[in-house]
């Protein structure tokens, strides 16, 4: 009983270790796992999806892709995608490639935001001709 409560403790310990990383955490979803971020300006929590889409798509095609999830799923803001590259990215969690994502659009109806994982830069670019990776968010 006693080595019971020892395996026990030690595989919550490790549980705990490996789901937490600064402000993000790993959680369960209702169907599928995601990872938590804390909103730097609101403080609100954000689901992260665990992984990209499959292929590369322009703004618009991204942001359908996201709305297609439902339950709030979209392309994430300026100020998270620098909480995904920085707590997430920078500490080897979620699984993000060393490349270009797209985020939300600018007020500029012709511009959206994109942010390259590889260095941590971010930069408007025109939301139609450009293919980039795509990784939703929700408010949680």
Known sequence: MKKASIIFGAIVMISMTLHQCGNATVSSDESAQS???THPISGERIKVAVKDFDDKM????AKKACNSLGNGWRLPTYEEL????EE???NAKGNFKPDVYWGNAWNDSSQAIMYYFNSGNSFSTNKLNEQHYVRAVRNF
Do not use: P, R, T
Request: charged share 20%.
């Open 82 to 85: 620098k909480v995904m590259h």
């Open 58 to 61: 322009n703004w618009e095609s």
């Open 88 to 90: 997430l990215h920078k």
């Open 35 to 37: 990872i938590l971020i």
